[in-house]
């Protein structure tokens, strides 16, 4: 039964006597009955206010309800009470104690909930629910809980309670007993409508713990709604401390109360929200694990390092993570506990701990603390990342005693956290890849290469970027060799979108990387041999701009070097490999450099002429300087630059394998610069006179035999080249060109004396021009020494029938010969013995000019008429014209110099005309 208040309305207590006062406003109570039909409370009397059912006994209210049960009206049952048996009455009311005994169980187990929870309302609410609805056929029972923890027992009713309120309420309190796993589910109570659980769930996700273990909610539309119903509440100390851990602006007077209330977790809730230091100090001596963690934090964020020290020595591995994760967001140094975060990090096992530890002693870490703690590390990268930091500042033989156990513990990485940042502020010394780069292994190698690059893009440092280049061409794997080039390449790439560097086959360029040229031919060496670095990417590419980089200048320097010969056999070993096309012409356009030394020209000439490589520009172009080296003799592009004397001053001492180059030096020469010297020595190696340019030479020196050939090629230049001087058999005409006539004479006695050259029409008219207007004293110097053997040779010339013009000459200068008394006896035997063997008429009539026939032997005769004399040598002159006319029209000259070779012709043509005709 229970008693309301008739004047104040509150509820008396359950042993409240007919009589008592209230105890809410101490007037007389009135006392109240539950309707056996409708369940409703109403004032004791007769009739019930709600449903109007006569009221019952209270003695009587169970055997009542089992009457309705068994579906007795309401009218029916106060009568059937009145009448039935009293044993019936006392069975029905023993059946429904029994059923209320059940309710009774259910209810408590709720008070028992409630012992955790905020309100006190959800036992009275279950109550009233559940009697409503008695009897049950069936009433569940409660779960038992007589044994385990809070937790275990709330676990309990949260799995097996048959009622949905209960459960909901267990898990909450399972919440407030840090059962972290129900966090979700009582968030989602948050949505079920306002009442008790609603409030229930908000209070205990805004409790200090939940905040604590899972900070404040993150999402927006949770966050708001928390607020509004905790704004919706009364305005306890409990809800003040919730709304300020949540941020929101509240009555300070109302936290500060809140520090002395006689509830421990609102107490600690309102210290964690103000900052208090003692309640938090005192929080610490305390058994609450998560109190002393929470208030061990909210210190240390307060800067109280010396308060929370105490505990962060004792307490378990997970509150030390926490604690230190705390006072990692500290914008400063940790300096009052570095001895015992020096003692975390040497002495826990926990690797969370150790790795939080040095993070945070590396914010003011002494020098000499590095390598202990990197010896700690075990291959935390976060503890090697605080290390490497610039908090930490370790100078640089300190940092390179961390990294070097990196090294040895087999963690060191490019990748590492905070090793880019220190190679690029110069915490590295520049010196430490290069000192380990020899000993490590092909990984460890990449990895030290990595972290260089990012040194040389900081610094480019010059002793770094040798290192690298020795790594390029050391005794090292293709992969390791590839990725230093790679390394270099990107840093050259910064200045230089090309990215090739400062590394070319020059001597200078040589040696500001490697120790010397030598040095560095036996590193390129032992690159060329392995196939496996002429594959890798990135390198073939760069070996193949290397060899087209070669200096001419620095080729004599390379010539020099005692391992040159080994790089050059390497180069032809792998010239016929199946490498990159550009690589190989580039390897062979090296060859063509330094290929030509004697002592292994040979080879290489053999080795190029051994590939199929036909119509290759880059072999040929190296076959081509090799074949001409032979020779001493540069290459064609060469040729136009050099000095005019070339080929004079090498022609006498040449091979006569060498001439035919040499004319085409002249040639080339010629086209560019029309130099009358040159001009002048051709014609001398056209006649065959002797080694040298009158004017430019002390002595000349006599030819050996020059092929008819190159006599013709050398005489076909000439004209080609600018036409032929002007010339005469006398000396102002030919001393000028050839030097002495006396030197001149035994050449030009060798060539009239050649059969196959007066057979040549170039080289008649040739003749013919040199042999033109005899001068006495000409003559007088070309015979000298020699008469016989110049009359011969002039007569076996004429006896040959050279062309008319030549022929001419040669008759003119024979009857000058013939026309002096002390040649005149030689010039008739030499005239006779030809025609006893071979008459012409060209022998005829320069017989009878030698030796005119007496006048007894002659007929009369009309006297000749000069004028047809001279009309038949106009006409042959002509006839000489048109052919060189025709000759220069089809040459290979340009059409300008064509016009003006056929001009100067066309004017010495007139001038003899004129000549002939007085």
Sequence with gaps: MRV????????QPHDWAAGDLCVACGRAARSELRCFWCTEWTPEGRFCRTCGAELVPAGSYGAARMLKDAGTDRFTIPKMLRELDPAQIENFTRIYNAQLGAVRQHVDQVHFLERFSSLDVHAPALE??????????????????DEGSDLERAQALAERSPFAATRALATVVRLRLDDWGTLREVQWMLSGGAGPLQAEAALALTSWRVLYAHGRPRERALRSQLLEILRGLPASS???????????????AALEGALHEPDRETALAAALVLGAVAPLSSALEGRDLLAREAAAERLVELGRLAEAEAYLRGAPPDAQAGLLKQALRLARPLTAWS????????????????ARAAQALCRAIPPGWGVRVAERAAGDRGIYQALLSKEADLPQAALTQVLDRMLEGGHFSSSQYGLREAAQRGAISDGFVPARLLGASPEVQKELLRLGEVQLEARRDPGLERAFYQVVFGPHPAEVRAAAWWSLHRVYRRDDRRGEGPLRLERGAIEALFDSVDVFFRGLTEVVKDRATLKEVGLFDMLARLFASTDAASVPSFLATDSLHDLVRALLRALPGDYWPQLREAMAAFLGQVGGDPRWREEVILGLEGLDTRGNYHFEL????????RYDLPHDREWPHLPLDFVPSRFSSAAPEAWPILLDIADQQLIRQRDVGLRSYLLNVAVGAFHGVPGRRSRPTPLRRVPNSVRLRALAIVEDRGGLPPLGLSAAQLEPIFGPLSELAPGLLAVL?????LEDRQYARFLARLLEAPEPAAVTALLEGLPGAWIRTLVEALSAQPSGELGARISALLAAIGARSEYAALVIEALDNALGTRATQALERLRREVTPPDASELAPQEAGDPWLDKQAEVERLAAGLQARVMEISLGPAPP???????????????????????
């Design 4 to 11: 309301e208040c008739q004047h104040c309305g509150s509820t």
């Design 128 to 145: 009233e629910e559940l009697v409503r609805r008695l009897p049950w056929p069936e009433l569940p029972r409660p779960p038992p809980l």
């Design 238 to 252: 409990a809800v003040v401390v919730r709304l300020g851990a949540l941020g929101e602006a509240v009555d300070a």
């Design 339 to 354: 001895e015992l975060l020096l003692e975390l990090v040497e002495g826990t096992a926990d690797p969370t701990v150790r």
């Design 622 to 629: 190296a076959l081509r300087t090799l074949r001409l080296a």
């Design 753 to 757: 004396g050649d059969a196959a050259l």
């Design 896 to 918: 300008e110099e064509k016009a003006r070779l056929i001009t100067e012709l066309q004017v010495e043509f007139q001038a003899r005309v004129k000549a002939i005709y007085g």
